[in-house]
T-cell receptor, first 116, second 112 residues
Framework: GAVVSQHPSRVICKSGTSVKIECRSL??????MFWYRQFPKQSLMLMAT?????????EQGVEKDKFLINHASLTLSTLTVTSAHPEDSSFYIC????????????FGNGTRLTVT | KQEVTQIPAALSVPEGENLVLNCSFT??????LQWFRQDPGKGLTSLLL?????REQTSGRLNASLDKSSGRSTLYIAASQPGDSATYLC???????????FGKGTRLSVIA
């Protein structure tokens, strides 16, 4: 149990376009999901906290107008990278917290974004 | 602000050797600590989870210890195999509903 599905696993897009990444909790409800970004040979850095039915909370230095997060249901959060640039190329990974908290975070398999 | 440090950054060992990976964190008031494995270009595989009240967890050839008061954890891998080659990440959570804070990882290479 406790499976998190992230889609797509890889995406290549042209500079200036937008890309949507989906994170789904398949067998549990997740009020809260976290979005991380990982640059090559770096650690995972938290970008934002996504809460169902409310606005996401962004970490310092992360542009909320560029990285749009929508958490419209208890099993789905989406991250949209708007007007992508080559410097946005990175590995994006989501994690979901089972509603009720106090449980391990479950991670998706990540999305490799390459902006050309 | 919680910070997690992992030493060494990279490690290369011959097959069969036992090894220890180190993790330290600045705020000892953690809720739990997790060790993950990450293969190149892939997601995370959870290896061991230690609650703040626990001192160690074991799974197969892996043993993780936690010394909360000193802000340290170790991951012990026994009889290493080439298939253990990966990056190992340590991460801590300060409460049951907050995100994990990750270290930069230790890149392990086990040479056949």
């Amino acid at each position: 149990g406790a499976v998190v599905s992230q889609h797509p696993s890889r995406v290549i897009c042209k500079s200036g376009t937008s890309v949507k990444i989906e994170c789904r909790s398949l067998d549990f409800q997740a009020t809260t999901m976290f979005w991380y970004r990982q640059f090559p040979k770096q650690s995972l850095m938290l970008m934002a906290t996504s809460n169902e039915g409310s606005k996401a909370t962004y970490e310092q230095g992360v542009e909320k107008d560029k990285f749009l997060i929508n958490h419209a249901s208890l099993t789905l959060s989406t991250l949209t990278v708007t007007s992508a640039h080559p410097e946005d190329s990175s590995f994006y990974i989501c994690s979901a917290l089972r509603t009720g908290g106090n449980s391990p975070l479950h991670f998706g398999n990540g999305t490799r974004l390459t902006v050309t | 602000k919680q910070e997690v440090t992992q030493i060494p950054a990279a490690l290369s060992v011959p097959e069969g050797e036992n090894l220890v990976l180190n993790c330290s964190f600045t705020d000892s008031a953690i809720y739990n600590l997790q060790w993950f494995r990450q293969d190149p270009g892939k997601g995370l595989t959870s290896l061991l989870l230690i609650q703040s009240s626990q001192r160690e967890q074991t799974s197969g050839r892996l043993n993780a210890s936690l010394d909360k008061s000193s802000g340290r954890s170790t991951l012990y891998i026994a009889a290493s195999q080439p298939g253990d080659s990966a990056t190992y990440l340590c991460a801590v959570s300060n409460s049951g509903n907050t995100p994990l804070v990750f270290g930069k990882g230790t890149r392990l290479s086990v040479i056949a």
